[in-house]
């Protein structure tokens, strides 16, 4: 069933993955240039996979495991993206002139916490299943 409450959580972690990377720079260059996701190929690359792995997780909603399975996973995908962009602040902190870093580079744990809202959702429901199964 698509009305139940993960479907939101998920379209939520999608439009963030998918969405806001256009919105919120990622970090500032010492020339005042705004560097967003789509400016970096892998970062917009990982952000894509984000957003495609939450609306295939959406399109599941008959397999439950299946569906949790893909939220771990795309959990995964943003620990990978939150540590890249640890690792390029690190770099970006060693200049003379102090870069800043944008909001941008809080988007992964933003989709982090809906996607695991989304998967105690699921885990809730698979539950309900076992125990309806139990009663027969």
């Given amino acids: 069933m698509l ?7 998920l379209l ?9 990377i256009y ?13 967003y996701a789509d400016d970096v190929n892998y ?12 609306v295939l997780s959406i399109s599941r909603f ?3 495991k299946s569906q949790f399975m893909l939220g771990r996973l795309n959990i995964i995908l943003n620990f990978f993206l939150l540590g890249l962009f640890v690792y ?10 102090v870069s800043e870093k944008g909001i941008g580079i809080f988007l992964p744990i933003i989709s982090i916490v809906f996607l695991a809202l989304a998967n105690k959702a699921i885990k809730k429901d698979e ?3 076992k125990s309806v199964d139990r009663l027969r």
């Fill in 3 to 9: 009305q139940r409450i993960q479907t939101i959580y």
């Fill in 12 to 20: 939520i972690a999608a439009g963030v993955s998918g969405g806001l």
């Fill in 23 to 35: 919105m919120f720079e990622l970090w500032v260059t010492p020339e005042n240039v705004k560097v």
């Fill in 43 to 54: 970062i917009f690359a990982l952000f894509l996979a984000s957003a495609f792995f939450s």
């Fill in 62 to 64: 008959k397999n439950r």
């Fill in 88 to 97: 390029q602040s690190l770099n970006l902190s060693g200049e003379t002139v």
């Fill in 127 to 129: 539950d309900l299943v």
